[in-house]
């Protein structure tokens, strides 16, 4: 039995913009799925997860037999796969839980038959199964699953910045949605208002090559005002709620340096950054919210085999 | 003794946007101020409201007293003046209370001396009342409020469109906030973040322009959206918070087609869209959040003489 395992991500910036060509930079965190397989004889795919056999409208279900048919595909070979998944990350809340599941499947897979395959190449491989079960994916989500690390993505290029280290907080609503619906519900306003949310999604753009610089310069506050606009952008493309907006401004008023939606919105998460004195405040503010905090942070580790 | 009154306004779109010369729509309200004047001898000039003298401080102070010296400046004259201030109005809160005593002040001078002042030259006398308390304002705030009805200002025009027959719901959160400090507030970050902030004003302005020819199809859906997108973008400037957010998805989650700040934000107001069958759900969703609901309309019902 192989066991490869990959870490969730937020999205500092640019998430929805980073769809339509947009820059976005998205860090993994230390919260990971650890997928193990063991290859059988039968020539069938069964998928556990928390000690339950998963049925075929799982998303975890899904990526993970995409990614075994994909594998077979590409590798022109057939197999049957017994996979066990046990995750750190809340399914469906927009911290990349199914990149993580879809690389560490391919990873494992890879493993076990023998075959070589650099961590970013999985993350090509990841991108297709991706893009297979959701009809539209943007190839950062398996590239920072697959790496690690914080991630500038634009277009089709990906490249690493420096390590962050300051305290994060995420604030998980709970409330579960479908990232391609939300992506969805983003393509009607643009098919609608296209000129306007053009240019809405360029001003992401530009928040994110802004946030890139104050990366470089180590300035949080102006990250954490850039998050804030980032923020505003979103709600105005509808892919905020009550929930997640309370869950912001929480964060804001307890101190937080900026807070916004990480992923696809409309549900699943909140990102915070606080500084070294108020994360407990802030920590404390979310909850009070009715939401559940997730002790994560930022981290550099990628896909790995365990 | 000449009583002349004046309607308070919500903006539509644009607050904000406008003070850069993008486009704005603002509306007047069936909510006014009553100015009464008597000149009188003594050269002074007493303000009271509520039956009580006002200081110096107080935001009806300040405006009908620049009024005054606007007027004795402009037309060569001076005279001592006894002014009584009655208003429908809460002040500071984003529905244009200065700009109504403003207007109603002039125009019950006007009327006082004998002279003959159109409603829009009244406007244009109220404006650089407006500039000499606040530092730097909008034309429309005191065209709106002498001309009544639904105005459309793009740069130094302004121009009346057809009138709205649609049920409107304003949520105070009565906290107070000085227009000219949040107004300050959004030149400190477009100075800041320049082609950022720039390029958000103009989606505001695009947001402003759209919203017009969704007035002229009557398409009330497409107004709430584009109302909602507004406030997306008010969000990315800063003008929001915790509360006023609040407010606007409680009316959009009761139903209403959309929701906004109205005026310049942190505190203030929010003017939300409803439609004739759910007017009472949406107020009291407003209700439920510690907010005040003022019955309003809109109207147009400019400047008038008592």
Chains 1, 2 share one sequence.
């Not at 069964?46 to 075994?68: H, I, P, Q, T």
């Not at 098919?191 to 053009?198: A, D, E, H, I, N």
């Not at 340096?257 to 699943?268: E, F, M, P, V, Y």
């Amino acid at each position: 039995m192989i066991t490869c395992s990959a870490p969730g991500k937020v999205y500092l910036f640019g998430e929805h913009a980073v769809v339509y060509g947009e820059p976005a930079i998205a860090c993994a965190i230390n919260r990971r799925i650890s997928t193990s397989i063991e290859l059988v004889s039968s020539g069938k795919t069964r998928v556990d997860a928390m000690g339950k056999r998963l049925n075929c409208n799982s998303e975890e279900f899904k990526y993970a037999c995409c990614a075994v048919q994909t594998v077979k595909r590409l590798f022109e070979t057939d197999f049957g796969a017994e996979i066990t998944i046990r995750s750190q990350l809340p399914s469906r809340q927009g911290l990349g839980s199914s990149a993580a599941v879809t690389v560490s499947t391919i990873k494992a897979l890879a493993e076990c038959l023998g075959i070589e395959l650099e961590n970013e190449a999985v993350a090509k491989i990841g991108h297709q199964v991706e893009t297979a079960v959701q009809g539209r994916a943007s190839p950062a989500d398996t590239f920072v699953s697959s790496t690690g690390g914080v991630v500038f993505i634009e277009q089709t290029t990906t490249s690493h910045l420096s390590p962050l280290n300051i305290p994060i907080i995420i604030g998980a609503t709970g409330i579960e949605r479908s990232t391609s619906d939300v992506i969805a519900s983003v393509a009607r306003m643009k098919q609608k208002y296209p000129s306007l949310v053009t240019d809405i999604l360029s001003s992401m753009g530009d928040v994110t090559r802004l946030g890139k610089q104050k990366l470089a310069d180590e300035d949080f506050v102006g990250l954490g005002e850039l998050m804030n606009i980032n923020q505003g952008l979103l709600e105005s493309i509808g892919v905020s709620d009550d929930a997640l907006s309370r869950l912001v401004y929480a964060a804001r008023t307890a101190g937080a340096l900026g807070a916004k939606i990480t992923g696809a919105g409309r549900g699943g998460c909140v990102l915070a950054l606080a500084q070294d004195g108020n994360v407990k405040k802030v920590s404390q503010a979310i909850v009070m919210q009715d939401a559940q905090v997730l002790n994560a942070a930022f981290s550099n580790l990628g896909l790995q085999t365990e």
